[in-house]
């Protein structure tokens, strides 16, 4: 087969046509849309697709009837319009949370995202006992969070806990972890970038490990430096994983629950106060279940906006 | 289409629309919820859900007294649950509100008057008037079953008590060189003289999951005659003495005699700062000596309730109880199940099973139970002087206290007051405007 002809079949095999022709020629006849087979198939579908809505769709419209609605857990109440997505929106602490569960978002993402890069690039080189390490990293990703929240505690609730004594030792004199407000948020933000790093390290891993090692070796016969080759090669050669992971931990961190609600409660005076938290609170404690439903509805609109412009990135990296 | 591959379309059709059919009725089935099966007792039996009220040996125990009801003629017998006290809300609400909850239980002490405002609480009044004539009804302790009491009848019945008192380490006070306090000023001077070892004397929590911080507040509204509702049952929190109890705290923070750490203590922080002996006094429930344990369990005593700068007594007591649903297999059955077992309940008090004070005089004055000087003088000076949530105003519970007991609101205004971030004023201010809100 000629150059031209294997690019015309690849261009051929691209537009979705077989290499061996130009397929079946367009039925010149209107097609049935019901026709006994469609019928049939759409038949055993049907189940899959009356599943899929009774556990999906059906919570979700529940959901949003019930923030249109003065109900609590019990009964629906009355329809009240907008009227809690005002509330929420005209609430100073709902802003506090938003600006909070932004940073908190933003250190999870990017702190893990760097720690697990840094460590997937190490632990490409071979090392003494480099499956044992790779193993000991994944701790933090595979103990269960309550674990990991009351280890934290034990470290640095108290003054007797090991941290504050280091601190003191070091002459920063008693550093107040969890009560201090901006240390509490700064320890929140830690404990994310702790908990998730494994799984970057992992993404990053699987990513780096699909690329080419003789596109390095060209690179470093060219003369190319190790910051050179981060930025112009590693970077770019990983970026749709990166799009990817940064996405997935975008989702994680908004939603993410038990770090901030075991670990601080969402204080002092909310200063580590996440909008789920919020929402949980809401809806649990105070029993107001339509503000507490229009809180995660917020969450859900922005989250649909970060993952849609995220993933236009990974699609572009695909063009390109 | 051949008469062969239509045959075949239809027995496929057919066999779908069966299946499609029982996928659908099962669905339907499983979310309807309710039918026979969701009444409180399962069919013939009678759901009885109790909570983990005390250590292990609590709930088997519990359960052995469930068991042991021999039901007369017809009525059903009782089938025992426990409910972990996690997501314990959630619990209830999802299954009150699907008709498959239970037809007797306890739970938090302000559930029954939530339950009650959505009509699914069956009232104790008959209950209670057939108690006149066993005994049962004069052998509560005093206020209990008033504090029950809502427009419509009794929501629920007194089961134990959850008491906020003061307790002090002697071991402590004795190094310090003083006496337990009586008063407020007194405890000023107490505290001073603690942190002069490096001792905290106002030691509480109010990180995640510990409300202890809140019912202290509250404690000391009350201490000084004032309190969050009014006798209209409406939050009335920036009140002249409200305004002086919160100031009083405030004192102690900013003197240092509080933790700064105590903002975000949970109730595992708080109790290694007792068995640390970092606290010389404190704040907690009827079981804080039990649960710290160790050398500084026999250390910790029971201090006299305090007399406020007007000569107030007064503290937060939580009369934790059992309610009936209108959700049972019958309603009779309810009433007698729960007459067996508060006839039959003592055990697990005087096997120590560190279920919360008992409500009644009988269990109170058994040898077991007086053998613990703490919780004697805690039902013979706390329960007395006690209040509950609808202090000032009222001594009965109502649905608008589950506004203040354990939400985002109190929480906030306690880590405010113990961090000293506002005036006594604003952080009320504040309070009130969310409890309005």
Redesign the interface.
Known sequence: MSTDSVAQSLRRARSGLGVGGAGRPPDARPKRVLSPRNVTMLALVLPSILLVLLLNAYPVLYAGVQSVRDGDLIAAGDFVGLANYEAVLTDPVFWQAARFTLVFTLVGVFGSWAMGMGLALLLRHRIPAGGVFKVLLLLPWVVPVVVSATSWNWLVATPQSPLPILADALGFGRVLFLANPLLAQITVCIFKVWISFPFMMMMMGAALASVDQNVYEAARVDGASGTQLLRTMTLPLTAKSTYISWILMTIFCVNDFPTVFLLTGGGPVNATQTLVVQAYRTVFLDFETGPGVAIAFLMTVVLVVISVILYRRVRKVDIE | ?SMR??KA?LS??GF??V??GT??AG?LAA?SGGGSGGGGGGGDTLKFWNMPWGGTEFNPRDKEITEAYAPEGDLPAAVYQEIQWA?F??TF??A??SNTGPAVSSGGGTQAF??ES?G?IAYADDLLESWKSNGLYDDFLPGLIDAMKVEGGYAAVPYNLDMRVMWYNTTLLDQAGVEPPTDWPSYLEVSEALKGIGVYSFGVG????SFTGSHIMTSFMINNGGGLFNADQEPDCVTDANIEAMEFVLEMVAKGYV????????S??VQ??WK?R?FGMGWDGAGLAANVGGDVAAELTVNSPLVGPHGDQGALYFPNNIMMYTNTPSQEGSEAFLTYYYQNMAPLWTEHTGIGLPPLRSIAETPEFQSDANAVKIIEEWQPISRTWGAPGSDALFLGV??VD????M??FT??IL?G?ATAEEALTTLQQALEG
């Open positions: 289409m591959a239509s379309a496929r059709r779908l629309g299946a499609g996928a659908a669905a979310c997501n809300t959630q609400s999802s009150v509100a939530l339950f959505q699914k109010a990180g995640s999951g933790d700064p750490g105590s903002v975000t203590y949970t595992d922080n290694t700062q640390d970092r589950t506004d354990g939400t985002p609101a929480g906030t880590q405010t961090s971030a």
